[in-house]
């Protein structure tokens, strides 16, 4: 944070005062961890009116306690330099799996260290809204009309039947393996995730075989509030399959994306040559 240039000072001793205080200049900032907020130290002694030093007890007893200057403050956080989890591995001389103070894109983000206590231990970010907004569903039903949209889109009530293909499933996430140089997401790991029902789901994919109308019900949602992180915008999703249909809702400045895929049978995956990436919060 910048200092302020200017500030109005306030308690000062009156003209006739025997004794001051007087302070030297703030010391460097000095950090015992990164991330963490600094201190900075100066010198502080009581004089008399001509500059001599005395004991500090003339002004203490001589003026009042608001009016004895800070000898300590706090000053900016130290960015942690790490970049990546063999990095802390090695530097920090830990083998503690947990969360970590990482460099990325020049600022300080939570990292999930996994596995360090091996030779090549992996990045993970861990998703504070967890697995009831991080979640990839193959919707399991289709219409038996496959050419209608009922109910307005809703697949409530629908008159569907039991669709039997073998990719139907649903994966919630509380964690996403990240690769931190390139802040790309490997959707295919499934470390820190629940299976809901049926098969594995990759992260920010869904799809359907419900209907061939524009009417998608496989579900996804990416919500990385409290991260730190977002969703670049250069990402984006194509349909994959027979009819596909990708219906797409980006909030909280890519935060957050909402995904309804569907078709006959069809899928939406993201982009096959950019991938899923992430970057860093301008603010």
Not at 178 to 188: E, F, H, K, Q, R
Not at 224 to 243: E, Y
């Amino acid at each position: 944070e910048r200092p302020t240039e200017v500030q109005t000072c306030q308690n000062l001793p009156g003209c006739d005062a025997q004794f001051v205080w007087a302070v030297g200049t703030w010391s460097e900032c000095s950090w015992a961890v990164c991330g963490k907020k600094g201190r900075q130290k100066r010198s502080l002694h009581c004089q008399d009116r001509e500059g001599n030093r005395v004991r500090k007890k003339m002004c203490k007893n001589g003026l009042p306690k608001k009016m004895k200057p800070k000898r300590k403050r706090k000053c900016a956080k130290k960015l942690c330099g790490y970049h990546s989890c063999l990095d802390i591995q090695q530097r920090a001389n830990t083998t503690s799996d947990g969360e970590y103070q990482m460099m990325l894109g020049g600022k300080n983000v939570s990292i999930f260290c996994h596995q360090m206590n091996t030779t090549w231990p992996k990045e993970f970010l861990t998703l504070p809204t967890g697995e009831a907004e991080n979640y990839s569903e193959m919707y399991g039903m289709r219409l038996k009309a496959a050419d209608t949209c009922p109910n307005n889109g809703s697949r409530e009530n629908c008159p569907c039947v039991e669709d039997e293909s073998p990719r139907v499933g649903m994966t919630a996430w509380n964690k996403i393996n990240l690769n931190v140089t390139s802040l790309s997401i490997n959707p295919y790991d499934f470390t820190f995730t629940q299976q809901l029902h049926g098969m594995v789901v990759p992260y920010g994919e869904a799809g359907d075989c419900y209907s061939m109308a524009n009417c998608p019900q496989g579900k996804f949602s990416i919500n990385l509030t409290g991260t730190g992180l977002r969703v670049a915008p250069f990402s984006g999703w194509i349909g994959v399959g027979n009819k596909p249909s990708v219906w797409l809702q980006r909030i909280q400045e890519n935060q957050i994306v909402y995904g309804k895929c569907g078709g006959y049978c069809g899928t939406c995956e993201p982009d096959h040559y950019r991938g899923l990436k992430l970057d860093v919060l301008p603010y």
